[in-house]
């Protein structure tokens, strides 16, 4: 059986996260006897600076892509212009998060970047019996994955797209997925229904925008409990994610 790994997004923090990646996904597959294929699309911005994450005029590594040993890879300059036609849309709408626009501008240039990511995979030619992961290299993974306990659900075709089940915020997490083939297009090209999304939810959320996605396309969803951490590109944990690795600490 063939594994399909999508990283997307900004690195921020490779450094810090292509070790736990390795240990919690790369190890465990091919143990399992999967063939193991890697594509990665990337966002290079001039510096990382968003107030909401408390970062601040940080130069992101263009050179940190190399870490996962990827198959294919394509790291592109992240420039306001290639999301001008999507946020001339959301301006049109409260802005969900408060912050003038800034949060719902890097969620366009994230998905932007999964809706690229996913013309790299399709070079890979997925196959319907092919499990699709789709991951943010930018998260610290805890836990390591069991294929044969974690990808269950897809194996055997009881849903089309695993996610996270905490941190939903009335919708679906989007930080990582597991998915079929046909889910993980459906999942990484969601940006093409960004203007129909904001006209039936009245404005943008993530989660809330990935609920409205999988009920478009009837997608049959389970949870996993697997969890990560968001480490920010000076190397500090999400505010909003440290309780979890506390919890994680404490157990271990």
């Known amino acids: 059986m063939r594994c399909l790994i999508g990283f997307f997004g900004l690195t921020r923090s490779l450094p ?3 070790g736990a990646i390795g240990w919690a996904f790369l190890d465990p ?3 399992a006897g999967f063939e193991v ?4 699309h990337f966002n290079l911005p001039e510096t990382i600076s968003n107030r909401r994450s408390g970062e601040d005029g940080i130069v992101p590594d263009r050179a940190e892509a190399a870490l996962l040993g ?6 592109e300059p992240q420039t306001d212009d290639a999301i001008a036609t999507e946020m001339q849309v959301l301006r049109g709408y409260t802005d969900s998060y408060g912050d003038g626009y800034r ?3 890097n969620l366009c240039h994230q998905l932007r970047s999964l809706d690229r990511l996913w013309s790299l995979l399709s070079l890979f030619e997925p196959a319907a019996n092919d499990i699709v992961l789709l991951l943010r290299p930018d998260l610290l993974y805890l836990d390591r994955l ?3 306990r974690d990808l269950a659900p897809l194996l055997a075709g009881r849903a089309d797209l695993l996610v996270p089940g905490w941190q939903c915020w009335g919708g679906l997490n989007d930080r990582f997925a597991f998915c079929s083939a046909r889910a993980a297009r459906l999942y990484a090209t969601r940006f093409r229904l960004l203007r129909e999304a904001c006209r039936e939810m009245r404005g943008l959320h993530a989660e809330h925008f990935l609920h409205f996605v999988v009920a478009c396309h009837g997608l049959r969803i389970g949870l996993t409990g697997l969890r990560a951490v968001r480490i920010r590109a000076d190397g500090q944990v999400a505010r909003n994610d440290q309780p979890m690795l506390m919890r994680r600490s404490a157990a271990a």
């Open 103 to 105: 949060s719902l501008a």
């Open 16 to 18: 810090l996260t292509a």
């Open 70 to 75: 990827l198959d294919v890879s394509w790291v």
């Open 146 to 148: 069991e294929p044969a």
């Open 37 to 40: 294929r890697a594509a990665g």
């Open 29 to 31: 597959l091919r143990a």
